[in-house]
């Protein structure tokens, strides 16, 4: 059954803070929202807090409280050289076991992010460009075996805004490769990231419906039909101060920006959203249906 989620993103630091997540958990309560996209260590140690134990009790809270949980686990950006191996055996059985103990504790879903080579300003790999795509398939073919069928669990898969257009053979991210394995595929086509001119706009974040809107639709009607498909489509919005000039300079994203952001999601068929802000603060104004200025 798809999961329609509304979701914002907490990072490590906060979800371990009890003061900051009652506060998240009161914005959930508040607005609209009813899941969260929470980071967990994804190399060695403890998952969330410093026992499972206490991270099973902190999210049994969460989830009584109606709350659908979200584990966000970083696949190969990380390691002693800054950027593990996506080839390496040994790190995707690492990440299927980070996976696992991520339901174990009491998480309903598990989301990968940078399951990629490295891009622009990152480190580089020495694999051919023509092999990164079918090893980034490889990876997510292990991630259905042993994670979501085996723990009979969604789990689901972040990609570049672009791929949406088409496929990105030198990270390896092919949207195609990715609905046919994941139960929900979770693309981020923040407007800020689109260039100047993109879908005849000449400042995408300045509209953020017509830029996510034209993104999510283009993509969709290429996979759409595709007769292995089992994901459902669900977005990353962009819920942080950045314009589309280059360079880049700070813009601010009110809560108008976002919930037109919805609006487009909502309108391009998608099951849900996850607002991204890297430091987790959020305004209440953005994810209500009436807030003041933008009466219902």
């Keep these: 059954m798809t999961t329609v989620t509304k979701a914002v993103y907490v990072n490590f630091t906060a979800a371990r803070d009890a003061d900051r997540m009652n506060r998240i958990s009161s914005l959930v309560q508040r607005t609209e929202l009813n899941s969260l996209v929470i980071d ?22 969460l989830r009584e409280a109606g709350i659908y949980l979200i584990a966000r ?13 996506p080839g390496s ?12 103990r991520a339901f174990d504790v009491g998480f309903d879903e598990v989301n ?5 080579y490295g891009a622009a300003r990152e480190p580089r790999s020495r694999t051919p460009v023509r092999e990164r795509a079918p090893t980034i398939r490889a990876f997510f073919e292990y991630l259905r075996a042993e994670v979501g069928d085996a723990a009979s669990r969604p789990i689901s898969a972040d990609l570049f805004g672009i791929t949406l257009l088409g496929p990105l053979d030198g990270v390896g991210q092919r949207l195609e490769d990715a609905v046919e394995l994941f139960d929900y595929v ?11 001119g993109s879908f005849g706009l000449a400042n995408p974040a300045h509209h953020p419906y017509e830029t996510v809107h034209a993104a999510l639709s283009a993509g969709w009607r290429r996979v759409v039909d595709l007769p292995g498909r089992i994901a ?6 962009q819920a942080f101060d950045l314009d589309s000039s280059r360079p880049m300079r700070r813009y601010k994203y009110t809560p108008w920006h976002i919930q ?8 391009a068929g998608c099951a849900g959203y996850a607002a991204w802000n890297p430091r987790s603060k ?5 994810f209500v249906t009436a807030w003041p200025g933008n009466p219902a």
């Design 73 to 85: 686990v970083v696949a190969f950006k990380g390691g002693p050289r800054g950027w593990y191996d």
């Design 282 to 286: 959020y305004e209440v104004g953005a």
């Design 112 to 116: 990968y992010d940078y399951v990629r």
């Design 186 to 196: 979770m693309p981020m086509p923040y407007p800020s990231h689109w260039e100047p």
């Design 260 to 267: 037109e952001q919805i609006r487009a999601i909502e309108d």
């Design 232 to 237: 459902s489509l669900r977005s990353w919005i």
């Design 89 to 100: 055996e040994v790190r995707w059985r690492e990440i299927a076991e980070i996976s696992l």
């Design 40 to 61: 967990v260590r994804s190399d060695e140690g403890a998952l969330l807090h410093a026992r499972d134990e206490e991270t099973r009790a902190r999210l049994g809270a």
